[in-house]
Nanobody, 118 residues
Framework: QVQLVESGGGLVQAGGSLTLSCAASRSIISIAAMGWFRQAPGKERESVASMTSDGIIDYGDSVKGRFTMSRDISKNTVYLQMNSLEPEDTAVYFC????????????WGQGTQVTVSS
Protein backbone atom coordinates (compact mmCIF):
# COMPACT_ATOMS: atom_id res chain seq x y z
CA GLN A 1 0.00 0.00 0.00
CA VAL A 2 0.94 3.66 -0.20
CA GLN A 3 -0.02 6.87 1.55
CA LEU A 4 -0.14 10.12 -0.42
CA VAL A 5 0.02 13.65 0.95
CA GLU A 6 -0.61 16.65 -1.29
CA SER A 7 0.58 20.14 -0.52
CA GLY A 8 1.08 23.49 -2.20
CA GLY A 9 -2.48 24.56 -2.86
CA GLY A 10 -3.63 28.09 -2.24
CA LEU A 11 -4.95 31.27 -3.76
CA VAL A 12 -3.35 32.72 -6.86
CA GLN A 13 -4.29 35.40 -9.37
CA ALA A 14 -5.21 34.54 -12.93
CA GLY A 15 -2.10 34.28 -15.04
CA GLY A 16 -0.02 33.22 -12.08
CA SER A 17 1.75 29.99 -11.27
CA LEU A 18 1.58 27.42 -8.53
CA THR A 19 3.34 24.14 -7.88
CA LEU A 20 1.71 21.21 -6.10
CA SER A 21 3.59 18.38 -4.42
CA CYS A 22 2.56 14.83 -3.67
CA ALA A 23 4.73 12.88 -1.25
CA ALA A 24 4.37 9.11 -1.33
CA SER A 25 5.26 6.70 1.46
CA ARG A 26 7.18 4.39 -0.86
CA SER A 27 9.39 4.67 -3.88
CA ILE A 28 7.42 6.15 -6.74
CA ILE A 29 9.23 3.95 -9.24
CA SER A 30 7.63 0.99 -7.45
CA ILE A 31 4.26 2.48 -8.42
CA ALA A 32 2.95 1.75 -11.90
CA ALA A 33 1.68 5.29 -12.40
CA MET A 34 1.21 8.51 -10.46
CA GLY A 35 -1.40 11.04 -11.43
CA TRP A 36 -3.15 14.28 -10.67
CA PHE A 37 -6.91 14.68 -10.80
CA ARG A 38 -9.09 17.64 -9.98
CA GLN A 39 -12.68 18.14 -8.91
CA ALA A 40 -14.43 21.48 -9.18
CA PRO A 41 -17.84 22.17 -7.61
CA GLY A 42 -20.56 20.98 -9.94
CA LYS A 43 -18.08 19.35 -12.31
CA GLU A 44 -16.99 15.79 -12.81
CA ARG A 45 -13.60 14.57 -11.72
CA GLU A 46 -11.02 15.30 -14.39
CA SER A 47 -7.66 13.75 -15.11
CA VAL A 48 -4.98 16.43 -15.18
CA ALA A 49 -1.73 14.54 -15.70
CA SER A 50 -0.19 11.14 -15.18
CA MET A 51 3.29 9.68 -15.21
CA THR A 52 4.28 6.03 -15.48
CA SER A 53 7.10 4.56 -13.43
CA ASP A 54 9.41 4.83 -16.44
CA GLY A 55 8.61 8.52 -16.86
CA ILE A 56 6.03 8.64 -19.65
CA ILE A 57 3.70 11.61 -19.10
CA ASP A 58 0.19 12.26 -20.36
CA TYR A 59 -1.81 15.47 -19.89
CA GLY A 60 -5.46 16.30 -20.00
CA ASP A 61 -6.50 18.44 -22.94
CA SER A 62 -7.58 21.34 -20.76
CA VAL A 63 -4.12 21.78 -19.22
CA LYS A 64 -1.85 20.74 -22.06
CA GLY A 65 0.82 23.35 -22.65
CA ARG A 66 0.26 25.03 -19.29
CA PHE A 67 0.90 22.32 -16.68
CA THR A 68 3.99 20.18 -16.23
CA MET A 69 4.28 17.02 -14.17
CA SER A 70 7.67 16.01 -12.79
CA ARG A 71 9.18 13.85 -10.08
CA ASP A 72 12.00 13.63 -7.59
CA ILE A 73 12.62 9.93 -7.11
CA SER A 74 14.94 10.50 -4.15
CA LYS A 75 12.13 12.29 -2.31
CA ASN A 76 9.32 9.90 -3.32
CA THR A 77 7.55 12.97 -4.63
CA VAL A 78 5.76 14.05 -7.78
CA TYR A 79 4.97 17.64 -8.67
CA LEU A 80 2.50 19.53 -10.77
CA GLN A 81 3.74 22.89 -12.01
CA MET A 82 0.79 24.99 -13.07
CA ASN A 83 1.36 28.07 -15.22
CA SER A 84 -0.97 30.59 -16.83
CA LEU A 85 -3.64 29.69 -14.31
CA GLU A 86 -7.24 30.54 -15.08
CA PRO A 87 -10.30 30.75 -12.84
CA GLU A 88 -11.50 27.57 -14.54
CA ASP A 89 -8.55 25.76 -12.94
CA THR A 90 -10.10 26.30 -9.51
CA ALA A 91 -10.65 22.88 -7.96
CA VAL A 92 -9.53 20.43 -5.34
CA TYR A 93 -6.50 18.66 -6.74
CA PHE A 94 -5.93 15.03 -5.80
CA CYS A 95 -2.83 12.91 -6.12
CA UNK A 96 -3.39 9.35 -7.27
CA UNK A 97 -1.27 6.20 -7.29
CA UNK A 98 -1.88 3.17 -9.47
CA UNK A 99 -0.12 0.45 -7.52
CA UNK A 100 0.42 -3.17 -8.48
CA UNK A 101 1.47 -5.38 -5.55
CA UNK A 102 0.38 -8.70 -7.06
CA UNK A 103 -3.01 -7.06 -7.39
CA UNK A 104 -3.81 -3.63 -8.82
CA UNK A 105 -5.22 -0.98 -6.51
CA UNK A 106 -5.74 2.77 -6.66
CA UNK A 107 -4.84 5.13 -3.83
CA TRP A 108 -5.74 8.78 -3.30
CA GLY A 109 -4.41 11.68 -1.32
CA GLN A 110 -6.62 13.96 0.74
CA GLY A 111 -6.66 16.74 -1.82
CA THR A 112 -5.44 20.32 -1.83
CA GLN A 113 -7.51 23.35 -2.78
CA VAL A 114 -6.40 25.57 -5.64
CA THR A 115 -8.31 28.82 -6.12
CA VAL A 116 -7.58 31.14 -9.03
CA SER A 117 -9.01 34.63 -8.76
CA SER A 118 -9.86 36.78 -11.76
Amino acid sequence: QVQLVESGGGLVQAGGSLTLSCAASRSIISIAAMGWFRQAPGKERESVASMTSDGIIDYGDSVKGRFTMSRDISKNTVYLQMNSLEPEDTAVYFCNADLIDRIRRLYWGQGTQVTVSS
